[in-house]
């Protein structure tokens, strides 16, 4: 499979719990994307990585949210002091680098975090 | 502040008639716009994207208009099947990262 693939697919914690998910995108890919989704809401974006360089970071990430990507390749988040309003599919997404005229991203099938 | 909306939330059609999604944008104005298909407990899938130079796309039974005058985006599906049945996002991007999605349209295709 040469997808964007994120692990695990499912994590339940409790609340205040630090948790990480992994990102592995599709392999030529230069830009890595987070974004986090709720129910009913489509995907808000959380910050994005050319090659190793976190290069944007929305205000909805917290200080509590931290996302590395330390050799351009796979990346992760990490969640700490995990709060219920966490709970969300966080979705990681990978893309070429083509300039202004539009990039086709590609989603991985989503991490799923429920916070008890 | 930049706001997306699609028509309606859910939307309900006969199979093999033509299904019609709405994105409509305001204070922004995008390059080029894309549409992706969800299903349930799934990431998106990339479906087509227009640019703001292009009136109209096709790809198979999909078309995309857009009106950067109107600013909407028009996705239709012709000849429209119960596996066309998901939601669908649209997503108005500008500069080269980060899309911003609608809600989505719930598109349900009854046989």
């Known amino acids: 499979d040469t997808g964007v693939s994120q692990d695990p697919r499912h994590k339940i914690t409790k609340r205040g719990q630090n948790v990480t998910f992994r990102c592995d995108p599709i392999?030529?890919?230069?830009?890595l994307y987070w974004y986090r989704q709720t129910l009913g809401q489509g995907p808000e974006f959380l910050t994005y990585?050319?090659?190793?360089?976190?290069?944007?970071k929305s205000r909805l990430l917290s200080d509590r949210f931290s996302a590395e990507r330390p050799k351009g390749s796979f990346s992760t988040l990490e969640i700490q002091r995990t709060e219920q309003g966490d709970s969300a599919m966080y979705l990681c997404?990978?893309?070429?680098?083509?300039?202004?005229?539009?990039?086709?991203?590609?989603f991985g099938e989503g991490s799923w975090l429920t916070v008890v | 502040s930049q706001k997306i909306e699609q028509n309606s939330e859910a939307l309900n059609i006969q199979e093999g008639k033509t299904a019609t999604l709405t994105c409509n944008y305001t204070?922004?104005?995008?390059?080029?716009l894309q549409w992706y298909r969800q299903d349930p407990g799934r990431g998106p899938v990339f479906l087509l994207l227009?640019?703001?130079?292009?009136k109209e796309k096709r790809k198979e039974r999909l078309k995309v208009t857009f009106d950067t005058t109107l600013k909407q985006s028009l996705f239709h599906i012709t000849a429209s099947q119960p596996a066309d049945s998901a939601t669908y996002l649209c997503?108005?991007?500008?500069?080269?990262?980060?899309?911003?999605f609608g809600k989505g349209t719930k598109l349900s295709v009854i046989p």
């Open positions: 990585f050319q090659n190793e360089a976190q290069l944007e």
């Open positions: 997404a990978s893309s070429l680098s083509l300039g202004s005229s539009g990039n086709t991203i590609y």
């Open positions: 392999s030529e890919h230069n830009r």
């Open positions: 227009i640019r703001e130079n292009e």
């Open positions: 204070n922004y104005s995008p390059a080029y």
């Open positions: 997503a108005p991007g500008a500069g080269s990262y980060q899309l911003t």
